[in-house]
DNA sequence: GTTACACATTTTTTT
DNA sequence: AATGTGTAAC
């Protein structure tokens, strides 16, 4: 592996901890791999280094580079997210950390649980908070590890009531995330913690378990995630690499004084730079560096390309979504008749909803993509339809999955399956209740069938979903109009769970870690455009890259205007975007700007006029970039000219 | 008192 | 696509 001098220093960085701020495409992970190789081989034992990323695909690219460079050993080198790290611990030791069985819910469950302690506490009323509203405050407040009340009080126009009357509804949701023997995301973190911080015993375990911990994307880690560290280093050291420009998760709680304050927070810590970038032609860099640079904020980062000169970024404006999708398409097609392979192809979206009609492109001109932050397996209603049925046998508590699940069977709606739930929560097993069940509903034998059936076989997670699916077919082919489509996610899923131990374990990989669909259906193909959310871009590259959706309204995005930090963090977003392409990149928009109505700010903005919508690319030197405006204008019925003369 | 169904409304980013 | 809402039917 060749190293430039700065990832030699960081690679091989003597010192106790250290923090390594590594720009767009300054090979951080090459540097991060290098550092476990130097390790490995300056005698450490593999199993001692705690490799933390930020994302479940960061992980499978840093194992599989590091397994390049030495072979099996990088198994052995425990190499995962936050989250996963901690509930393996949690798993591991349920007496030290005070927590028996549990189910992880996803954000789906999590909101449906809001809404009913909302419903419980306030009732109806649509001036409050909605449950999305109330989960983004409790994750918020327990993400930054401040009771929830102060934060309320700090950052939101609540008055006292309103704060009380929230706290009331967060109280009743914790109570029922309890009863139900549930976990969401945030307890995996907090409980971690929590014990690390309260417990010696727990303390000194993880503090004498391993030797070296290194943390990638530090920027995008959260006061939670900071308590964690802090808890197991020393004399474990830290490895830490980051970048303040690509911090684009602070609605989630990420704090870049963990950057910042670094060096006061850990006494004599060392601070190394890479600024070399790599990946990209100079004239993309000019662009990322120039949007960086109209900040007030002083980033003071200016990327040089090692690589040289290319070629400069095309803005293209069409008309309309179609027309935009269209296009990517049609460059996407004769780029690969040229003999470009579709890997080389990179779409990057503000949000999933955003690329639905280039989706639909793709699809269309039969062109192989894979969706990253796309619908996911997991969340399609089908799926989760029959996946309430396991999680009902896997946690009888689970009162959300049985009202999934009993509310499939005809005449039996909210109210009846309440009733149901309300006694059937009491029953020592699944057994005892699948009697029960067979009783109390003598006019839909299957509704229990379908328990006894799956019990037959749990030790077997596949079979399990195959009798499941035989049950319940006739169920859900009445329920969806589009049967044919959805049904053959049930032979995926069948598929997936044959790498699976247990049921249990199969819901929780997915729940914790979700896949989209087409990255699902589409494992074996390796040949594909890849569509992407610019958030779950972070760490990707590709030699070709559009950015579609690069107009007004979405950078910033309409809902972040008003708010200094948050225009600044959709600049990130944008410069995250731009830096991921290496030999080409596309912005495209829409000119139809129709403005917005922005409700924090209580105004609409409109293009042109006195209250103009900002957009930070509205005066981008012309020099910076080339408009590409020469599509086929000729009109539809003009007449074929001869080349005869 | 419930359930079933038609119709309207709404979409940032993620572990 | 998946929710929320209102009304007819059971």
Request: net charge negative; glycine share 6%.
């Amino acid at each position: 592996m060749d190293l430039n001098a700065e990832q030699t220093r960081a690679a091989e960085f003597a010192g106790d901890d250290v923090l390594v701020l590594a720009g767009a495409g300054t090979g951080k992970t090459s540097t991060i791999v290098a550092r476990v190789v130097h390790l490995t081989q300056s005698g450490v034992d593999p199993r001692r280094i705690l490799l933390l990323t930020f994302t479940r695909r960061a992980a499978r690219e840093m194992r599989h580079r590091l397994t390049q460079q030495i072979g099996s050993s990088a198994k052995t080198v425990p190499t995962g997210t936050f989250h996963n790290f901690c509930l393996q611990y949690l798993r591991r030791w349920p007496d030290l950390f005070e927590c028996g069985s549990l189910t992880i819910i996803d954000r789906d469950d999590q909101l449906q649980l809001m809404k009913l302690a909302r419903a419980n506490v306030v009732g109806k009323d649509a001036a409050f908070p909605k449950s999305a509203e109330l989960a983004n405050y409790y994750s918020y407040a327990r993400n930054t590890n401040r009771p929830v009340a102060e934060y309320l009080a700090e950052f939101t126009d609540h008055d006292e009531d309103g704060i009380k009357r929230i706290s009331a509804v967060l109280q009743d949701y914790t109570k029922r995330k309890h009863e139900c023997r549930y976990f969401d995301y945030d307890d995996i973190l907090h409980l971690f913690a929590r014990q690390l911080h309260r417990s010696r015993i727990v303390r000194e375990k993880m503090q004498s378990r391993y030797d070296h911990i290194l943390v990638d994307e530090m920027q995008d880690t959260n006061p939670l995630q900071w308590l964690i560290l802090d808890g197991m280093r020393d004399p474990a050291k830290l490895f830490c690499v980051g970048d303040d420009a690509q911090s684009i998760y602070a609605f989630r709680g990420a704090d870049f004084r963990n950057v910042h304050s670094f060096t006061e927070r850990v006494s004599g810590a060392q601070v190394l730079k890479l600024e070399e970038n790599y990946r990209s032609t100079q004239e993309i860099l000019d662009l990322s560096n120039w949007l960086l640079d109209q900040s007030a904020l002083g980033y003071d980062k200016h990327l040089r390309a090692a690589r040289g000169p290319g070629i400069k970024p095309v803005m293209v404006e069409l008309d309309g979504d179609f027309e935009e999708a269209d296009w990517v398409a049609s460059d996407l097609m004769q780029r690969h008749e040229e003999g470009d392979p579709w890997r080389d192809h990179m779409i990057l979206t503000r949000s999933a909803w955003a690329a639905r009609s280039v989706e639909a492109a793709l699809i269309e001109n039969d062109i192989p993509y894979r969706f990253i932050g796309g619908t996911q397996l997991l969340q399609s209603a089908h799926v989760k339809d029959l996946l309430s049925l396991l999680r009902v046998i896997d946690n009888p508590a689970d009162q959300l999955a049985w009202m999934r699940y009993l509310t499939l069977w005809p005449r039996i709606g909210e109210k009846t399956a309440a009733t149901t739930i309300s006694k059937l929560l009491g029953m020592p097993n699944i057994k005892v209740i699948s009697e029960f069940l067979t009783d109390q509903y003598r006019t839909n034998p299957r509704l229990a069938e379908s328990i006894a059936e799956c019990l037959t076989c749990w030790d077997r997670p596949s079979d399990v979903i195959g009798a499941a699916t035989d049950k319940m077919t006739p169920l859900l082919e009445k329920k969806y109009d589009d049967w044919d489509r959805r049904s053959k996610d049930f032979k995926l899923l069948r598929r997936l769970a044959l790498k699976h131990q247990s049921v249990g374990e199969f819901l929780e990989t997915y729940t914790l870690d979700p896949i989209t669909e087409s990255e699902a259906s589409n494992e074996d193909v390796d040949d594909l455009v890849t569509l992407i959310t610019v958030h779950s871009a972070k760490g990707t590259e590709a030699p070709v890259c559009y950015l579609i959706g690069v107009q007004p309204g979405n950078y910033p995005h309409v809902r972040s205007i008003g708010d200094d930090e948050k225009e600044e963090e959709e600049r990130r977003v944008l410069y995250v975007a731009m830096t991921r392409a290496q030999n080409e990149l596309f912005l495209t928009g829409t000119r139809r700007s129709h403005g917005a109505y922005v409700p924090h700010h209580n105004r609409f903005y409109q293009s042109g006029g006195s209250n103009t919508q900002p957009y930070f690319l509205s005066d981008v030197p012309p020099e910076l970039v080339q408009s590409d405006l020469d599509i086929d204008t000729d009109p539809f019925d003009a007449p074929i000219t001869s080349f005869r003369g």
